[in-house]
């Protein structure tokens, strides 16, 4: 089992930068892809970045690119979304997530964190 836990949320104007955290522990070596997911009130959960715990690879959603960071810190077991030039349309509920091989896809994510809000105001 593994257990994510996320803190960093909050609110902040159109603009502004926030980072988020998320910090595995249990059988964390089984989870070798750690992402982002979003969820606005309404909408699917769509993917917004993903790392290789063992590479450092990363990959982003187009609309994150190039504002989104993913990064991780192997020795906290914590891997971190530094956000930037926030938009209202980031608005949403960010969730960790792992998995043994693929974490870009829900289907194929393992373990889930409990969430937390995102609010950007214009």
């Known amino acids: 089992q593994v257990q994510l836990v996320e803190s960093g949320g909050g609110s902040v104007q159109a603009g502004g930068s926030l980072r988020l955290s998320c910090t595995a522990s249990?059988?964390?070596?089984?989870?070798?892809?750690m992402g982002w997911f979003r969820q606005a009130p309404g909408k699917a959960r769509e993917w917004v970045a993903r790392i290789s715990t063992r590479s450092g690879s990363t990959a982003y959603a187009d609309s994150v690119k190039g504002r989104f960071t993913i990064s991780q810190d192997n020795a906290k077991n914590t891997i971190y979304l530094q956000m930037n030039t926030l938009k209202p349309d980031d608005t949403a509920m960010y969730y960790c997530a792992a998995a043994p091989l693929i974490c870009h896809l829900e289907g194929a994510v393992n373990y889930w964190g409990q969430g937390t809000q995102v609010t950007v105001s214009s």
């Open positions: 249990g059988y964390t070596s089984s989870s070798t892809c």
